[in-house]
């Protein structure tokens, strides 16, 4: 097993903020974009175009489904309902299932190279560990296992006294990997965690899949400021992510996307939006 550390202490490490900036296009940017972005940034890191990167990413109103998602038998009713109630609906390109984002949720996303030689679950475990470490100040008790009756449950769920915070996917383009973490930092994590649990009411009706989808409890779902009754806000993670990737990186730098990786970047998003016109149409 790769120690988690060495995977992370690159010569240079890449930090993208990308939490508060509407990127390249005019449209609203969305989660749709954020995951083209990864793509093209796994492409860029596995082609040696660019260093290991960490992309900090934030949307606000937004159900993220997975690709399963897209065959629950009443689909568009549940999308549309979700729309009804103010939400953006995506589907995206990597492993899970359904997810819920909004202004007090930080996604991480840690681009490794050389994935060939690192197993999914190696990449699953250095995000766990470094999000351990990140708060590793605050809780000794942050645990990796599945936490049933959460939306998108997982053997990489993050949860404190069996409450889940957390959620890893991981998606590999070529020789990279992007592996995502969604943190729920602060907010109404109850009622994110309904949100979902009614979108599967109204998209499966009781029907039997070949699928299993969960059961939805909102009461094991909480916030990182609930579970350690401290008011920890997005812009306080985002530092923290910026501190400890400095603290086991050479170096850290800040640049800007380059016209290949803007091109990686639109052919990757053509792809997204013609995955997602099964919810689309």
């Not at 260093?51 to 549940?78: C, F, N, S």
């Not at 609906?89 to 681009?111: F, H, P, Q």
């Not at 009614?198 to 916030?223: A, C, I, L, Q």
């Given at each position: 097993m790769k120690n988690w550390k060495n995977m992370m202490a690159h010569t240079t490490f890449r930090y993208m903020d990308h939490s508060t900036t509407n990127l390249f296009d005019q449209e609203r940017f969305t989660a749709l974009h954020s995951f083209a972005i990864d793509d093209a940034l796994a492409l860029s890191v596995s082609e040696k175009l660019s260093p290991p990167t960490m992309r900090l990413w934030v949307h606000e109103?937004?159900?993220?489904?997975?690709?399963?998602?897209?065959?629950?038998?009443?689909?568009?009713?549940?999308?549309?309902?979700?729309?009804?109630?103010?939400?953006?609906?995506?589907?995206?390109?990597?492993?899970?299932?359904?997810?819920?984002?909004?202004?007090?949720?930080?996604?991480?996303?840690?681009?490794?190279p050389d994935v060939k030689n690192i197993s999914i679950q190696e990449g699953y475990e250095a995000m766990v560990s470094f999000v351990q470490y990140m708060l590793s100040d605050l809780t000794?008790?942050?645990?990796?296992?599945?936490?049933?009756?959460?939306?998108?449950?997982?053997?990489?769920?993050?949860?404190?006294?069996?409450?889940?915070?957390?959620?890893?996917?991981?998606?590999?383009?070529?020789?990279?990997?992007?592996?995502?973490?969604?943190?729920?930092?602060?907010?109404?994590?109850?009622?994110?965690?309904?949100?979902?649990?009614?979108?599967?009411t109204v998209s499966k009706r009781?029907?039997?899949?070949?699928?299993?989808?969960?059961?939805?409890?909102?009461?094991?779902?909480?916030?990182?400021?609930?579970?350690?009754?401290?008011?920890?806000?997005?812009?306080?993670?985002?530092?923290?992510?910026?501190?400890?990737l400095l603290k086991v990186s050479e170096?850290?730098?800040?640049t800007d996307f380059t016209s290949t990786e803007y091109a990686h970047y639109r052919k990757r998003l053509v792809q997204m939006k013609k995955r997602n016109t099964v919810i689309t149409g």
């Amino acid at each position: 097993m790769k120690n988690w550390k060495n995977m992370m202490a690159h010569t240079t490490f890449r930090y993208m903020d990308h939490s508060t900036t509407n990127l390249f296009d005019q449209e609203r940017f969305t989660a749709l974009h954020s995951f083209a972005i990864d793509d093209a940034l796994a492409l860029s890191v596995s082609e040696k175009l660019s260093p290991p990167t960490m992309r900090l990413w934030v949307h606000e109103q937004t159900i993220v489904l997975g690709i399963p998602d897209a065959k629950l038998p009443y689909i568009h009713e549940g999308v549309e309902q979700l729309k009804q109630a103010g939400y953006h609906v995506v589907v995206r390109n990597s492993g899970g299932l359904a997810v819920a984002l909004d202004s007090g949720v930080l996604n991480i996303s840690l681009i490794f190279p050389d994935v060939k030689n690192i197993s999914i679950q190696e990449g699953y475990e250095a995000m766990v560990s470094f999000v351990q470490y990140m708060l590793s100040d605050l809780t000794d008790r942050i645990e990796a296992y599945e936490i049933i009756h959460s939306y998108c449950p997982g053997d990489y769920d993050l949860s404190i006294n069996g409450k889940k915070f957390a959620g890893i996917s991981q998606r590999r383009v070529k020789d990279g990997a992007a592996v995502q973490i969604y943190l729920d930092v602060e907010g109404d994590s109850f009622k994110r965690a309904s949100v979902i649990r009614d979108f599967y009411t109204v998209s499966k009706r009781g029907e039997s899949t070949k699928f299993s989808y969960p059961t939805v409890d909102p009461h094991v779902m909480r916030s990182l400021s609930e579970l350690l009754q401290t008011p920890l806000t997005v812009n306080d993670m985002k530092q923290r992510a910026m501190n400890a990737l400095l603290k086991v990186s050479e170096h850290v730098v800040e640049t800007d996307f380059t016209s290949t990786e803007y091109a990686h970047y639109r052919k990757r998003l053509v792809q997204m939006k013609k995955r997602n016109t099964v919810i689309t149409g």
